[in-house]
């Protein structure tokens, strides 16, 4: 039988790819294979977990501080040795993740086909996102399918001279995950329960969803975010949620600056069911990241981005997002504009998502099928 190895090895990953790994388990005469490198440990063990996804191979590599350097040496060598061993007929790697283009490279070493999920996403800038920019460019080329989650991803492959006939718009898989995490948790709301507490202490206040950790904005930058949400926290109307990442670099500069406040609920990373429900309950969504440009206008949840450059325009361009870089007078600014300008929030909260209507995966599933002679 034909096998196709899935590779991954973050929490993002994980959500956009447990989807495609379902659909695809459920084609006749396909032998589907995965290996996570653990490039994110903790965070990629709460997603394999909602989804009940027991990985076939685990390389464990995630190292406290490791280098990209470092991080990107093992990966390649160890997902060559897994290659090597499953000799797979088809590799599907997934956004831009150090996993992901050390993926696609192993693969394109034995001259072995590459799928990239997520494909096409561009900022412009090799330094923002980074290192994540450069890792999609150098997939693109190695890919023999890509999956573009919208038309503007698939007019960024064709600019670059990708054939037109291994160029497939299927939508974001993330929106596929979201909405099946959604419905699990409505039928089982023990799965996020965890947040019923802060629901009960913040109720009646318009609550501010807030996550951050690009390696773009450590230093000056991450300060300056501490310092705005301080700002809005002083709002009695408004409170504050917000899921630390445990890398230093963010949690440090939070201590340091943001300190304890009564109505910023400072917490450790949410699974996600948890992190579903939190989206749910928000007015605003404050981020950084980039799956959370898409997740949030799923659930008609404004979006605004602290980044300078976003290689997921579609949301700016149908409104559901603002791009407002990480200036602290900025940041102040357009949250008590979205809290007070009925208009404004409205628009943006009905904005049309562009970025899929849930069936991705299915779709992805259908044209790997036909790739390896199914």
Known sequence: MPKVLVIFGTRPEAIKLFPVIRALAAIPGLTVRTCVTAQHRGLLDQVLAIADLVPDIDLDLMEPGQTLDRLTARLLVGLGDVMDAERPDLVIVQGDTATAMTGALAAYYRKVPVAHVEAGLRSGDIYHPWPEEVNRRIVAPIAKLHFAPTDTAADALRRETIAEDTIYVTGNTV????????????????????????????????????????????GDGMAAIARAIGRIAERDDVAVLFPVHPNPNVVSVMDDILGARANVARIEPLDYPHFVRALGMADIVLTDSGGVQEEAPALGKPVLVMRETTERPEGVAAGTARLIGTDEDRIVSEIFTLLDDTSRYSAMARAHNPFGDGHAAAKIAKVVAHAVGL
Not at 185 to 201: E, F, N
Request: proline fraction near 5%.
């Open 175 to 218: 929106i596929d995950a979201l909405h099946w995490t959604a419905d699990r948790v409505a039928a089982d709301p023990s799965l996020a329960a965890g947040l019923d507490p802060i629901a009960a202490r913040f109720a009646g206040r318009r609550i501010i969803l807030v996550t951050t950790h690009r390696r773009e904005n450590f």
